[in-house]
């Protein structure tokens, strides 16, 4: 095995996922491809981040990659293991070392359990017993590993804030001691100083547990800032993947989405150029380019023809004329 197989702890080969919608007696059902031919791996120990605007395919990637969706073309490898031939039981243990942290802090703990509830019920559904002892040191030591205090266990869910509902979540994703997190928007429903509380919890575990991250956001500025590779997908399809965080992009695309961001030095402010042109339907894709409609350097090639994901190791790009 290669060093870079071996430091690769999942890994995503022609991933495609469609969704058949409508269709009846008079009109044919319509195919959504939300994930198309996605080629990815994820480095062991690192934060890879998935960046994006809405609708373009970032949360179903997300549970494709812990199996939460099947694919309907391509397969996930989880160290080694290829997801899709796993059988539920099998699915079901491997998922102790692949979890996932929800956006919706709101809607992700059960309203009729308390914390301490919420907090044993991953050993229930892995089938694990706990006594009563373990099951109370297990649930105090996981608060405390999310910074908050055991007493809270008795609580309810309506008793605490948006930040503390969203360690409770954490706390019940690292239940297990998993090696792999998928972090899906994670702060996106939380106030801004939450937020950077929240971030700096999840550096700190991700140091400390030595822990692998997904992280899909469409905050650039965060991922930038939290993120050792950076992912940008568009309808679908991964457009351009910046080995680090002050990679110069090279997809007009990636350039326009990392130029939207705005520094907070006013002296630092610049001329933003807006994007014209139709979005593409996920329901009815052009042959050539998905952005070419909206790109100022697309070409008569770029709407005939998909452009290829370059094979350089490093900054990769799908663009036929990448820019400098």
């Not at 990637?61 to 391509?74: F, K, M, V």
Request: hydrophobic share 40%; with cysteine; glycine share 8%.
């Amino acid at each position: 095995m290669s060093d870079a197989a071996s430091n690769c702890l999942l890994s995503m080969r022609g991933l495609t996922r469609e969704f058949r919608i409508g269709g009846g007696l008079f009109s044919p059902a319509k195919v959504l491809r939300a994930v198309s031919d996605v080629w990815l791996d994820v480095p062991r120990g690192r934060v890879t981040g998935i960046v994006g605007e809405s609708g373009c395919g970032k949360s179903t990637l997300a549970r494709l990659a812990l199996r939460l969706l099947d694919a309907t073309a391509g397969s996930v490898i989880f160290d080694d293991v290829e997801l899709g031939g796993l059988k539920s039981g099998e699915l079901r243990e491997l998922r102790r070392r692949m979890q996932m942290v929800f956006q919706d802090p709101y809607s992700s703990v059960d309203p009729r359990y308390t914390i301490r509830e919420a907090l044993v019920e991953p050993f229930r559904v892995q089938r694990i017993r706990l006594t009563a002892a373990e099951a109370k040191s297990r649930v105090e030591e996981m608060l405390t590993m999310v910074g908050l205090s055991p007493h809270l266990a008795s609580s309810y869910p309506h008793q605490l804030s948006g930040g503390q509902k969203q360690r409770v979540g954490i706390a019940r994703a690292l239940a297990h001691k998993p090696s792999f997190l998928v972090l899906d928007e994670p702060t996106a429903s939380l106030d801004v100083s939450i937020q950077a509380q929240i971030v700096a919890l999840l550096e700190y575990l991700q140091r400390d547990l030595g822990l692998t991250y997904l992280f899909i956001s469409h905050d650039l500025g965060l991922v930038r800032y939290f993120c050792d590779t950076i992912v940008v997908m568009y309808l679908g399809r991964i457009v351009e993947i910046l080995p680090n965080a002050v990679a110069k992009p090279r997809h007009p695309y990636t350039k326009t989405l990392l130029d939207s961001t705005f520094e907070p030095d006013p002296s630092k402010r610049r001329h933003i150029s807006r994007l014209s042109g139709e979005i593409p339907s996920a329901f009815d894709l052009p042959k050539g380019c998905a952005f070419a409609a909206r790109c100022s350097h697309a070409a008569d090639r770029c709407r005939q023809e998909r452009p290829e994901m370059s094979d350089a190791p490093g900054h990769r790009v799908a663009c036929h004329y990448p820019l400098n």
